[in-house]
């Protein structure tokens, strides 16, 4: 049996928070469950903050790639494209090691979101630690309207992104401090504070908000998106 209304389900894992919010016609409650539980599965294979997940004992050389589940390879397959695709400004072994988490949680997101559609679900968000998947529209009347933190000053709404069938990605400085490095020269980028990406699928925007953050004030004649630099100015493509 489905809700009537707005149905909601938060999740801890993959070091983050991720949160439904499925609207009407809904889905019934072993959707919800089967999507968590999908999260978890991801988790267990992919978190490099567990010794025992697949991908640190790769990371540490206790088990070979033909070892691990088939989904790693399918992972840093794609990690490579997407080096690519960035000129090496998105990587896997951006911190000097292997972590494809960039890759992971966008994944996840929109693998779960399908879990829901699946279900029947037409209407509904998936957020995994700010980076949102929104299928459908809020209401019968009313878009998605997703505030973009502003890293200047906490608890502050840069702008909002309206619009049904899209993702958002956010990569800063506002939510984990300064995180991310340049994969090219190992140091943290230079001359923005956060870029959001909008696109039509979370994995790609997930990536491209990390790949132009790492690339830094460059990134402006490379992404289509939001930022706000280190001076406190912001340009858009909104």
Not at 147 to 155: E, F, L, N, Q, S
Not at 193 to 219: C, H, K, N, Q, W
Not at 222 to 236: K, R
């Amino acid at each position: 049996m489905t809700s009537p209304g707005p149905t909601r389900r938060v999740v801890h894992c993959m070091g983050t928070v991720f949160s439904f919010d499925v609207r009407p016609p809904g889905v019934a409650p072993e959707a919800l469950d089967e999507a968590a539980a999908l999260l978890h599965e991801l988790d267990e294979t992919f978190s490099t903050y567990r010794d025992d997940s697949p991908i640190s004992r790769l990371a540490h050389g206790e088990l070979g790639l033909d070892d691990c589940p088939p989904e790693v390879q399918f992972v840093l397959d794609e990690c490579e494209r997407f080096a690519q695709l960035t000129n090496g400004y998105f990587s896997a072994y951006a911190n000097g090691q292997l972590d494809p988490s960039g890759y992971v949680k966008g994944w996840a997101i929109e693998r779960a979101g399908a879990v829901l559609s699946r279900a029947g679900s037409t209407n509904h968000y998936l957020n995994g630690g700010g980076d949102l998947q929104c299928a459908g529209s809020a209401t019968r009347t009313e878009p998605w309207r997703i505030g973009i933190a502003d890293p200047r000053t906490p608890g502050r709404i840069a702008t909002v992104v309206a619009g049904t069938d899209f993702a958002v990605a956010t990569s800063g400085v506002e939510q984990r401090g300064a995180h991310i490095v340049d994969p090219r020269t190992g140091r943290a980028p230079a001359g923005l504070l956060s870029l959001t990406i909008v696109g039509p699928r979370i994995i790609e925007a997930d990536v491209y908000a990390t790949a132009g953050f790492a690339m830094g004030a460059a990134a402006r004649s490379w992404a289509e998106g939001l930022a706000v630099t280190a001076d406190g100015d912001t340009w858009s493509t909104f």
